[in-house]
């Protein structure tokens, strides 16, 4: 961080842009998606990292601490599947009009895309690398009463780090996210800004001078 660079913080109010975009290669020799496509309207969202902790112990005190990182779970609540979303979520068949779930459907391997807004009405622009919706998906159905409640569709699934290395800031690293704060972008910060002006055109990767392999 810039020395004397002010730091805005300001919480989160809003939550658009849901995209998701097909995994083709998920290697140690490269990393490939699809152009992402934009799925149902968004209602909410919960982004679960987890993490282990091991505390080692020696001389009768710690000597350090072991730290893993399991994945992240994920869960969003969209207004409205349509079978072409069901598709790229869940692998399903959908085929001259009809959707065909079969117990040999299997999640593919994707990207997910999304946007936070902030009260000072910036976002938060973020890409997960790769994870499944296999866990599936929860709708309701109530019939019309007095009042008509109108019902939403949630879906879960796990996200985990991609297979290529990547060297940032001088160590060899797994990338799970990536992410670009708006309201905190420096004037000098150009490539993260000029990334954020077409977010979800593609999965973004870190720039060349941030990040990348090791010749």
């Given amino acids: ?27 140690a020799e490269g990393y490939t998606a699809e152009t992402p ?3 149902a309207r968004a209602i909410t969202a919960k982004i679960s990292d987890k993490y282990t902790s091991e505390t080692i112990y020696s001389d009768d005190g710690v000597e350090g601490v072991n730290q893993t990182y399991e994945g992240t779970d994920v869960e969003l609540e969209l207004n409205s599947l349509a079978a072409a979303d069901r598709a790229a979520f869940f692998g399903q068949a959908y085929v001259k009009g009809f959707l065909m779930k079969s117990a040999e459907d299997e999640a593919p391997e994707v990207a997910l895309g999304y946007r936070a807004r902030r009260l000072n009405g910036k976002f938060d622009f973020v890409w997960m690398y790769c994870g499944k919706f296999a866990q599936g998906n929860e709708e309701n159905y109530e019939t019309e009463g007095a009042s ?38 420096a004037v000098d910060e150009t490539e993260a800004a000029t990334a954020i002006r077409d977010w979800f055109g593609e999965v973004q990767e870190p720039p060349a001078s941030v990040s990348g392999a090791e010749g």
């Avoid at 020395?3 to 290697?27: F, H, M, P």
């Avoid at 940032?168 to 704060?181: A, P, S, Y």
């Fill in 1 to 27: 961080m810039a020395q004397g660079k002010t730091i805005v913080r300001s919480r989160y109010c809003g939550l658009r842009d849901v995209y998701l975009a097909k995994v083709t290669q998920n290697t």
């Fill in 37 to 39: 496509v934009k799925m």
């Fill in 148 to 185: 008509k409640t109108a019902q939403t569709n949630t879906v879960k699934g796990s996200f985990y780090q991609r297979a290529k290395e990547d060297v940032v800031e001088g160590k060899k690293k797994h990338l799970f996210e990536t992410r670009v704060d708006e309201a905190n972008l």
